[in-house]
């Protein structure tokens, strides 16, 4: 077995690559874990109590066990941590959309918190969010910022339904980031309905769309279908998302930008 010390970032590297294998088989034995990463079963039981802590899976007697995909795949905390090396540079692809005095609507997917991050230099920034959890990321500073209000979803940290889609007819933003849960030959899903029929709403509040999502998104259907990505002006994806994926959504008449990740980015 290989050493188990490493850099904090290559340890959450082998953290996020334990709950892939958990959430893949939904139950595991620590011991073929421990096997499998190629670590001792004191490092991997250090592991899985990190993520067990984290509420990201549970850890039995003997076995790591997942919650259920319904849970994995709208839980922020999972999200949030899965590719942040492809979320930095989308950003950074991302602010090149937005200029001085805009009004910027932002959806609450995590792959948009590094934006918003970069978004806190830009003079006269206007943002508009139902995302608490970028409401949080701009606080203190010089960015005004709006938060749309509804019923408040947990595991999203942010609110959705009727009253959000009302406060958007009111809105005109320059421009909107839009993030999406599965994307399938150009084709939208996301696992909530209210989330679904709320990304609609936003953008008929801006007078330019941009729908950024990584490659981990493509191939994928969740519960709820709401239409296709022809509501957008641009799609902001990375270079290791499939031809096959990319050659609908430029049929329907939307502009592909893709991003490389750099190779020494050590959250790659």
């Known amino acids: 077995m290989r050493a188990s010390r490493g850099s904090e970032a290559e340890v959450e590297e082998r953290r996020q690559a334990v709950l892939r294998q958990v959430a893949q088989e939904g139950e595991i034995r620590i011991a073929d874990l421990a096997q499998r990463m190629r670590v001792s079963v004191m490092t991997m039981h250090r592991d899985l109590d990190n993520l067990h802590d984290r509420q990201l899976l549970r850890k039995g007697r003997g076995v790591a066990t997942a919650f259920s995909n319904v849970a994995m795949e709208s839980a922020l905390r999972f999200r949030e941590n899965a590719n942040v090396a492809v979320k930095n540079a989308l950003a950074d692809a991302l602010a090149e959309e937005v200029s001085p005095g805009d009004t910027v609507l ?7 918190f590094p934006l918003a991050r970069r978004l806190a230099s830009v003079d006269g920034i206007r943002v508009i ?9 701009l606080a203190g500073t010089p960015a005004e910022v709006t938060l749309l209000g509804d019923r408040y979803y947990e595991d999203f940290e942010s609110c959705a339904g009727p009253q959000t889609r009302r406060q958007l007819q009111d809105i005109r933003a320059t421009v909107a980031f839009v993030t999406a849960t599965s994307v399938s030959e150009g084709r939208l899903f996301h696992p909530v309905r209210e989330y679904a029929e709320s990304k609609r709403a936003y953008l008929q509040a801006a007078d330019r769309s941009v729908l950024a999502v990584d490659h981990s998104k493509f191939g994928r259907t969740a519960t709820y279908p709401y239409g296709d990505v022809s509501g957008y002006d641009l799609m902001v994806t ?4 499939p031809e096959s994926e990319l050659r609908p959504v430029r049929d329907l008449g939307v502009e592909v930008r893709t991003v490389e990740v750099p190779a020494d980015d050590p959250h790659r």
């Open 106 to 112: 932002i959806d609450c997917g995590s792959t948009l």
């Open 238 to 241: 990375d270079a290791g998302t």
């Open 129 to 137: 969010t139902n995302s608490l959890r970028i409401t949080y990321l």
